[in-house]
């Protein structure tokens, strides 16, 4: 008897929690799919990586990430105007971007 208890018991949490996590693909307003959450961390690595394999600009000092299925955020420090710019340029020239923030803050 008591053991039916338990799987009953066991059997209403895993249903329970496939309800939960059924519901959390749902998107809300504003919330990402999983869809573009993958797909934005994709554009992200990739900004990350052509900033990291150029000369001009340091992927140390700048932050990336992608939100609303394309839009591209920068962060942090540029040493220069010119890297700033070229920041944003290379981050515009990934596919899937739609768009750049840049708010990279030019410190000397």
């Given amino acids: 008897m ?4 338990a799987r009953l018991v066991a ?4 249903a329970g929690a496939a309800a939960v996590m ?4 749902s998107v809300a307003r504003k919330q990402e799919t999983v869809g573009q959450y993958i797909d934005g961390s ?3 690595a990739e900004v990350k ?6 000369p001009a600009t340091s992927a140390a ?3 990336v990430k992608t939100i609303d299925g ?6 942090g420090f540029a040493k220069s105007q010119h890297e700033k710019d070229r920041a944003g340029e290379l981050a515009r020239s990934v596919k899937g971007v739609t768009s750049v923030h840049n708010g990279l803050v030019v410190k000397p």
Avoid: P, Y
């Fill in 42 to 44: 994709a554009v992200t």
């Fill in 49 to 54: 990586a052509k900033l990291a394999n150029d």
């Fill in 2 to 5: 008591k053991s039916n208890i």
């Fill in 61 to 63: 000092n700048i932050n």
């Fill in 22 to 25: 059924a519901s959390g693909c």
């Fill in 11 to 14: 059997m209403a949490a895993m």
């Fill in 70 to 75: 394309g839009t591209v955020q920068l962060s």
